[in-house]
């Protein structure tokens, strides 16, 4: 169930998310331009429209969880020479964490996410027959 938190949550959330995601965008550019093999590629085309839809808070807990297991599985011993931004352990288990912190807590208020899927103002019609069960 995704949560839309307004004011100083919704606020550090779209922070976070931000910073995600922009982190992805770049360090994906940065890995695209090496000239590495086409999949390569397309895993960094991949990851620069998922760190786009984060930036937005579109599907926020699907590309979070995508950007995490793409973190973790390079953390977890894929060859990590292409990488620029994140290529110490350390900053690369932190990023790891913090897409996987996105993808629980969901994208906040200020999110395509909230505009979509966010809270609804119910209207009950006083004059509508109840159903007494």
Known sequence: MLSF????VG???LVLRV?????TIIEAALAGT????????????????????LVLGYLTPLVSA????????ILLGF??????LLASRMALFEFAVMAAVVSVLGP?????????FG?????IDEAAPRRDL
């Open 108 to 116: 906040g208020a200020i999110s395509i996410d909230a505009r979509l």
């Open 11 to 13: 606020a550090a959330l």
């Open 5 to 8: 938190p307004a004011a100083w």
């Open 66 to 73: 995508l950007i995490a297991a793409t973190a973790a599985v």
């Open 34 to 53: 090496e000239g590495h093999a086409t999949l390569s590629l397309a895993v960094a085309l991949a990851l620069a429209v998922a760190g786009l839809a």
């Open 79 to 84: 060859d990590a020479t292409i990488l620029h």
């Open 19 to 23: 910073v995600v995601g922009a982190s």
């Open 119 to 123: 809270r609804r103002e119910v209207q």
